[in-house]
């Protein structure tokens, strides 16, 4: 099934991309929970959480951190909170693994969402 983040990826649908190269595509959270809110998204949808990209693309992963790393730096002041949320219960419903990138400033109330 095609991801509503692969949809992102084939400009089938529009995002505010901030970043995109030929393995990873970051675009600004469509219902941002802090000042800056971005995801940060390898464009294979193969892997559906980070244990599976962990396992299956390490260096995918890695890259995933150091883009995301550098886009809080570009965004806000190179701080950054970064979450992946694994599974309904913890608040996935995009089942393609992507990292959520929150700077600026934080509430604790952007911890879960
Ligand atoms: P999850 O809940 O799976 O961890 O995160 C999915 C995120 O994708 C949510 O924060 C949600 O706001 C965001 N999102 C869902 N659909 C779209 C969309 O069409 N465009 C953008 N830019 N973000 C989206």
Same mark, same amino acid.
Request: no cysteine; net charge negative.
């Given at each position: 099934m095609t991801s509503i983040f692969t949809r992102i990826v084939a400009r089938e649908i529009p995002a505010e991309i901030v970043f995109e190269n030929d393995r990873v595509i970051a675009f600004k959270d469509?219902? %941002?929970?802090? %000042?800056v809110h971005l995801l940060v998204v390898p464009?294979? +949808? +193969?892997? +559906?959480?980070v244990a599976q990209l962990a396992e299956g693309d390490p260096a995918l992963l890695a890259e995933l951190v150091a883009t995301a790393s550098a886009l809080a730096a570009e965004h806000a002041n190179g701080e950054y909170r970064l979450i992946f949320n694994s599974g309904p219960s913890a608040g996935q419903t995009v089942f393609h693994v992507h990292a959520h990138v929150l700077s600026g400033h934080i509430t604790e109330g952007s911890l879960g969402f």
């Open positions: 469509i219902a %941002p929970q802090a %000042p464009k294979t +949808e +193969e892997y +559906e959480n």
